[in-house]
């Protein structure tokens, strides 16, 4: 059965029982809630929020890939989608690296550090590239 973009939700303290469907494209958000009561059960339910969803994907424009325009957002300064810069603070230090992280067919996540002092902003930033890149099979 496909979940895509589907969240079952069940709230007992607030006997909310349901599906919830969560789109967004181009920054607008779409999100409506299929309760099991109100349409004849849960298997009902998770069907209209199915057909909702697919009648949603079939008139919204493609979701563009996270990064693939290298947009600069609040949340990724890089450009890089798994590309980051971390500063970590210590009492004693301040240890700043750019950090390539990506995830293998298994499942398993893996990361690659490259600290700033050592091969400086630029080069530590190019580093972390090509290891998520190698990491992925690029």
């Known amino acids: 059965m496909d979940f895509y973009a ?21 920054g607008r958000r779409y999100s409506r809630f299929f309760s099991d009561r109100k349409n004849g059960g849960r ?12 009648e949603l994907l079939a008139r919204l424009p493609d979701r563009q890939k996270g990064g693939a325009t290298g947009k600069m957002t609040r949340r990724n300064i890089s450009g890089v989608v798994g590309v980051s810069r971390i500063v970590v603070r210590t009492s004693e230090a301040k240890y700043e690296f750019w ?3 990506w995830s293998l067919d298994t499942g398993l996540r893996r ?21 998520r890149r190698e990491g992925l099979g690029d």
């Open 111 to 131: 990361r690659a550090k490259f600290s700033i002092r050592r091969y400086g902003e630029d080069r530590a930033f190019q580093l972390a590239c090509a290891a």
């Open 6 to 26: 589907i969240s079952r939700i069940d709230l007992s303290a607030m006997r909310s029982h349901g599906w919830q469907v969560r789109l967004t494209r181009r």
């Open 99 to 101: 950090q390539a992280t």
């Open 43 to 54: 298997g009902v339910a998770l069907q209209m929020a199915q057909n909702f969803r697919d």
